[in-house]
């Protein structure tokens, strides 16, 4: 497959050109990738206005994913679920979105700066990380409704490498009249594998990927992909709602990595996916005989409950760590490992041995806290851009939330804008290690 935007590069790196443009460091620097660095000059096209080399990129991607397009996206998953949220409230009469709860602080974010009306599908029993939404309890939902939302937002997989079931929840979604979004910034991945299972694949009617997550591109590389559904969007519209939430510089490095990403997809991933998918599911089938909690997850995740083995999982991360090995997240329950076909089958031996060594721990089992819904004491959009202050935890309660504190990862809020803090929610805070908290200011 063609790699157009690193052709352009290389070709221009070779050129001798004198460059009296940005960026300032002419294509010379301590890195060693500055001369292949460049900005939009005559011939590099235009992210947001993409007509040559980028174009062409972007239509190798799309018949690689089965999309009906697909666009490019130098600020990650991030920037795309603003952009797959705005184009949504543009074709709908409704300002609703029905949200699974465990939605990343980005389609917070987004959802307060387009003045969108969110309304929670609720996790049962509660969980931070997890929301699974059956079709009935989807069916439920929109029933309820006065009419279509703009949308119905679901992750999958989700942090813990939870996977919903896609193809189910948009045939009730497209029952009702409302499009499918899901953030699938963990599973660019899932299309390519033996048995292809990619929201796409399944009828989701938009959808991003964090390519950098789970495929050989640098951080910040994403995919938006529209799908063969019921919202209809022109390349224009999409490309205008992308450049709402990016910067009018996107690096030329991530674009090209996304290019040559495309001749690794066409050529070597189905193969070494379905070698990786094998490697991991016999780690995992070890660490069960070693005697790890495995949860069931989406297949380049290993996440452990490390808490039924009497380990806390930020302390079993302290320990990977000292033994050579540095996982992706933990919390006081789990711990989770990414994997990729780049990783060698001498790190997965690291893993072994490392949890081998980790063997029984010693803290008793924790059982983390029940939260009830939150009241929503004021929209999201006011309470995010109204005058706040920061407080400890402890005397948050009774108090509106304002901006969420939720680092990253796994940058899902615990209580939204908006929402009044409740004694369980200030437990929930402080199981996370979260200290302080922003709220408005009375």
């Known amino acids: 497959m063609k790699t157009p935007v690193c052709d352009f590069v290389a070709a221009y790196e070779q050129s001798g050109i004198a460059r009296l443009h940005m960026p300032g460091h002419k294509g010379k620097g301590p890195l060693g990738c500055e001369g292949r660095d460049i900005t939009e000059i005559a011939g590099a096209d235009s992210l947001y206005e993409a007509g040559g080399v980028i174009a062409q990129s972007e239509q190798n991607a799309a018949a690689l994913f089965g999309a009906k397009a697909t666009f490019y996206s130098a600020g990650g998953s991030s920037q795309c679920i603003g952009a797959m949220l705005c184009l949504a409230l543009q074709k709908s009469k409704s300002r609703v979105v029905l949200a699974a709860r465990n939605a990343h602080k980005s389609f917070l974010h987004a959802a307060a700066l387009l003045d969108a009306d969110v309304r929670w599908l609720w996790p049962r029993p509660y969980s931070l990380l997890a929301c699974p939404v059956t079709p009935e309890m989807l069916e439920n939902a ?9 949308a119905v937002y679901i992750t999958s997989p989700d942090y813990l490498g939870n996977v919903q079931p896609v193809a189910a929840l948009a045939k009730v979604c497209h029952a009702h009249g409302a499009p ?29 990927d964090s390519a950098h997550k789970t495929l050989p591109v640098l951080t910040g590389g994403a995919y938006l992909h529209l799908g063969h559904g019921l919202l209809k969007a022109k390349a224009g519209e999409v490309r205008a709602a992308l450049s709402l939430f990016g910067s009018t510089s996107p690096s030329y490095l991530i674009l090209q990595s996304l290019d040559a990403c495309n001749r690794y997809l066409a050529d070597e991933a189905r193969r070494k996916l379905a070698a990786c998918v094998r490697a991991v599911e016999a780690l ?3 660490l069960a005989a070693q005697g790890w909690a495995v949860a069931e997850s989406e297949p380049l995740k290993v996440t452990l409950h490390a808490s039924k083995r009497g380990w806390r999982g930020d302390a079993l991360a302290d320990f990977l760590r000292q033994n050579g090995v540095e996982c992706e997240y933990a919390d006081p329950d789990d711990l989770v490992l990414m994997i990729s076909p780049q990783n060698s089958p001498e790190d997965l031996e690291k893993v072994r041995a490392a949890l081998a060594a980790a063997g029984q721990g010693s803290e008793a089992p924790q059982t983390p806290p029940q939260m009830a819904r939150p009241r929503q004491a004021m929209g999201i959009r006011a309470a995010l851009l109204a005058p706040a202050e920061e407080v400890p935890v402890a005397a948050a309660a009774g108090r509106v939330c304002a901006a969420p504190t939720v680092g990253c990862p796994p940058a899902v809020p615990v209580v939204v804008s908006g929402e009044e803090i409740s004694p369980d929610a200030a437990a929930v805070f402080r199981y996370y290690g979260i200290e302080t908290v922003r709220v408005v200011r009375e």
């Open 142 to 150: 929109l029933a309820a409704l006065p009419e279509a939302p703009a």
């Open 284 to 286: 995992k089938a070890d």
């Open 180 to 208: 499918l979004l899901v953030d699938n910034a963990h599973g660019a991945y899932l299309h390519f594998l033996p048995a292809p299972a990619h929201p796409l694949d399944e009828g989701a009617d938009l959808c991003c």
